[in-house]
């Protein structure tokens, strides 16, 4: 698996700070007031790097909480803003070229399926 883009350096160059918590609900939480990602200790490699890069677009649209949850939209929008970043259309033609498995893809990516579908609802059908 080839890996190009790296969410903690993202993070930093943004000025973010990361700190792992444990989190009863959500594997991460943006907190915007202290440019703060919280992330759940001890995920697996590809999940951590798949929530902090949905945590970073929460960063970058500026999204703020609305009565203790994000909407649906902010939600659905930092998934496939962070599907963008992380999958590479090619590597997965290339996977798809290998297994007619989804769930596949998604390993061989090093993403969440939830990233992949994100990816494969707005993404796939624009290419």
């Given at each position: 698996m080839t890996v190009t883009y790296d969410p903690h350096a993202h993070a930093e160059a943004l000025g973010l700070q990361v700190a792992y918590q444990p989190l009863r609900t959500d594997w991460g939480l943006y907190?915007?007031?202290?440019?703060?990602?919280?992330?759940?200790?001890?995920m697996r490699a590809?999940?951590?790097r798949c929530v902090l890069a949905h945590e970073i677009q929460h960063h970058l649209a500026g999204d703020r909480?609305?009565?203790?949850?994000?909407?649906?939209?902010?939600?659905?929008?930092?998934?496939?803003?962070?599907?963008?970043?992380?999958?590479?259309?090619?590597r997965l033609q290339e996977a798809a070229l290998l297994s007619p498995d989804p769930?596949?893809?998604?390993?061989?990516?090093?993403?969440?399926?939830?990233?992949?579908?994100?990816?494969?609802?707005?993404?796939?059908?624009?290419a």
């Open positions: 907190v915007p007031d202290h440019k703060l990602v919280l992330l759940r200790p001890r590809s999940t951590e909480r609305r009565t203790d949850l994000w909407s649906a939209r902010q939600e659905r929008l930092a998934d496939e803003r962070a599907a963008l970043h992380l999958i590479d259309r090619r769930g596949q893809w998604a390993l061989e990516l090093g993403v969440t399926g939830d990233i992949l579908l994100a990816y494969l609802n707005r993404y796939a059908r624009a």
